[in-house]
């Protein structure tokens, strides 16, 4: 597989938390990003935080990055790699794939630190 490209995406982003049975705020869709996820457990949705009411249970502070290239479903150790050079650093993360690529979380206060791992780790990222 050629060099992965991660792009940082504008936007702060949160984490949010709700009760299974609730229904899908309409905020949620005023986001650039947003992602859903129902359990048995829980509702989490990720989106931009300015459309999160301070109510609502959530960890903010979120920076969002994108791989930049439809990923076959078929490969594996895509996640390992990222996610290893990201440890390494100290810098934890959210994995959210679709069907086309994967997006990482990452606190604000490490995307510095988060930017600089994956270049050394061989990864091309645009800010």
């Not at 989490?44 to 959530?58: D, G, H, N, R, T």
């Not at 594996?76 to 997006?103: H, M, Q, R």
């Amino acid at each position: 597989m050629e060099q992965l490209t991660f792009i940082v995406m504008n936007g702060v982003f949160s984490l949010c938390s709700f009760a299974p049975q609730d229904p899908i705020p309409v905020w949620t869709m005023s986001s650039s990003f947003y992602t859903i996820s129902k359990t048995n457990d829980e509702l989490s949705i990720i989106c931009e935080s300015q459309y999160v009411p301070a109510s609502v249970k959530q960890d903010g502070n979120w920076s969002l990055l994108k791989i930049a290239a439809v990923l076959d479903l078929s490969l594996t150790g895509i996640t390992a790699k990222f996610s290893t050079a990201l440890a390494d650093a100290g810098v934890n993360l959210c994995v959210i794939a679709t069907y086309e690529t994967d997006y990482i979380l990452v606190k604000q206060q490490k995307l510095q630190t988060a930017i600089a791992a994956l270049q050394n780790a061989g990864f091309i990222v645009q800010q």
